[in-house]
């Protein structure tokens, strides 16, 4: 929290930009598990992370290779982006949109 509101902290947003690669499939999943946390907010994840995800296989050996390590930037880069890691402004419109169906639930919390 600043005089300017609540805003994330650049200590945080530094320490996930400056991050390890991934070394082995434990620390794949870790990775995406932080991933999924905004994944809503994160377009096509599951698209762009499939390189990674494909390593955490038990059938698949593990071999990182330049694949990996462009889509592990990238996935940084998207969770680091102002809009993933926005939060609610009070002055501005908010509109929550979501739908269910016997498969599951999900909202979208937008604001404009």
């Avoid at 947003?13 to 390890?20: M, N, P």
């Avoid at 982006?81 to 269910?100: E, F, M, S, W």
Wanted: glycine share 4%.
């Amino acid at each position: 929290m600043t005089s300017d509101g609540i805003n994330p902290s650049a200590e945080k947003i530094s320490a996930i930009r400056d991050s390890r690669a991934s070394n082995d499939a434990g620390d794949i999943s870790s990775f995406m598990a932080l991933m999924q946390y905004s994944a809503w907010l994160m377009p096509d994840l599951a698209s762009v992370a499939r390189p990674m995800q494909v390593l955490k296989s038990k059938d698949v050996k593990f071999v990182r290779g330049q694949e990996q390590q462009t889509v592990f930037e990238r996935l940084t880069k998207m969770f680091i982006h102002p809009h993933t890691l926005g939060y609610q402004k009070v002055n501005c419109r908010t509109k929550i949109i979501a739908d269910a169906s016997s498969a599951g639930l999900v909202a979208v919390h937008a604001q404009y």
